[in-house]
Antibody, heavy 125, light 109 residues
Framework: QVQLVQSGAEVKKPGASVRVSCKAS????????IHWVRQAPGQGLEWMGW????????ISAQNFQGRVTMTRDTSINTAYMDLKRLTSDDTAFYYC??????????????????WGQGTVVTVSS | QSVLTQSPSASGTPGQRVSIFCSGS????????VNWYLQLPGTAPKLLIY???QRPSGVPDRFSGSKSGTSASLDISGLRPEDEADYYC???????????FGGGTKLTV
């Protein structure tokens, strides 16, 4: 079935970087945008950016510009999100989500129909 | 502070109908589709309604969405205990060039 499976929990110290992976299966990985969304403990959803697995193109939200990098390995249908210069405010669940198809009129605006199970990142000294 | 405004909580009894509201502006809800996500405790969000009022396959017709101007609502009829969850609205924002979410509404059944 169509699914996104994320990497396991991470514990990092302030100032470090973290990489979260998101492996797609059940569909053509390069045909759909991937979005990254995070959720701090007890808080709402915060969009981090989108990634085009076909072209490698990416846009990050203003709050994360300069700190987040989104990449992919098409040979293993996996997207990656790297976040650097971590602080305690980055402690959160991080989700990848499947967005619109490349065939869609406005793919980056489409809803997220498939979500990964989430990766908890804890930043603590 | 979320760009889209939702009431923090809503409640109802089994069998009742409940509405969850989402307020935005001309740069988001006013000109773009609204999507709704459901998040059960301890799980990832799930798409519930897309493009204002469309249900993905598998979502019961007890769930319906609508939009008027810069506001949107999610209606749940025939409330069930398993509907107890957090509900989030979302829409693309033209000014921010990205999607924005509501702060979430916790539904208690």
């Amino acid at each position: 079935q169509v699914q996104l499976v994320q990497s396991g929990a991470e514990v990092k110290k302030p100032g470090a970087s973290v990489r979260v992976s998101c492996k797609a299966s059940g569909y053509s990985f390069t045909d759909y945008y991937i979005h990254w969304v995070r959720q701090a403990p007890g808080q709402g959803l915060e969009w981090m950016g989108w990634f085009n697995p076909n072209s490698g193109g990416t846009i990050s939200a203003q709050n994360f510009q300069g700190r987040v990098t989104m990449t992919r390995d098409t040979s293993i249908n996996t997207a990656y999100m790297d976040l650097k210069r971590l602080t305690s405010d980055d402690t959160a669940f991080y989700y990848c989500a499947r967005g619109g198809s490349r065939m869609s009129l406005y793919p980056i605006r489409d809803a997220y129909d498939i979500w990964g199970q989430g990766t908890v990142v804890t930043v603590s000294s | 502070q979320s760009v889209l405004t939702q009431s923090p909580s809503a409640s109802g009894t089994p069998g009742q109908r409940v509405s969850i509201f989402c307020s935005g502006s001309s740069s988001n809800i006013g000109t773009n589709f609204v999507n709704w996500y459901l998040q059960l405790p301890g799980t990832a969000p799930k798409l519930l309604i897309y493009e204002n009022n469309q249900r993905p396959s598998g979502v019961p017709d007890r769930f319906s969405g609508s939009k008027s101007g810069t506001s949107a609502s999610l209606d749940i009829s025939g409330l069930r205990p398993e509907d107890e969850a957090d509900y989030y609205c979302a829409a693309w924002d033209d000014d921010l060039s990205g999607p924005v979410f509501g702060g979430g509404t916790k539904l208690t059944v």
